[in-house]
């Protein structure tokens, strides 16, 4: 089992930055892909970034070049900052990952955090 639990949403200006983390716990070593997913009201649920055990990452064309995502593997801890961030990047933000299984990849979510972006 893991636990991902987020913090550091809230309300910023459009321009302005935020830095979310997603603490993990529970079989931290099991986890082999892990990243944020977010939520905009009435959308679906869609990738913002991921980096796997091997330090590779993936970002949403949307973000490329705004966000960042990192992970501290000694605090089992996952960062993602956000610069430049507009009105569009309003949403819940999802903690998110991914454990294999024998029959395929287990998906472990956050509760989210709510991300506010005013013009």
């Known amino acids: 089992q893991v636990q991902l639990v987020e913090s550091g949403g809230g309300e910023v200006e459009a321009g302005g930055s935020l830095r979310l983390s997603c603490a993990v716990s529970g079989d931290t070593r099991s986890i082999t892909i892990i990243g944020w997913y977010r939520q905009a009201p009435g959308k679906q649920r869609d990738l913002v970034a991921t980096v796997t055990n091997g330090g590779s990452t993936n970002y949403a064309e949307s973000v490329k070049g705004r966000f960042t995502i990192s992970r501290d593997n000694a605090k089992n801890t996952v960062h993602l900052q956000m610069n430049s961030l507009n009105p569009e990047d309003t949403a819940v933000y999802y903690c998110?990952?991914?454990?294999?299984?024998?029959?395929?990849?287990?998906?472990?979510w956050g509760q989210g955090t709510q991300v506010t972006v005013s013009s």
């Open positions: 998110y990952g991914a454990v294999v299984e024998s029959w395929g990849r287990r998906a472990y």
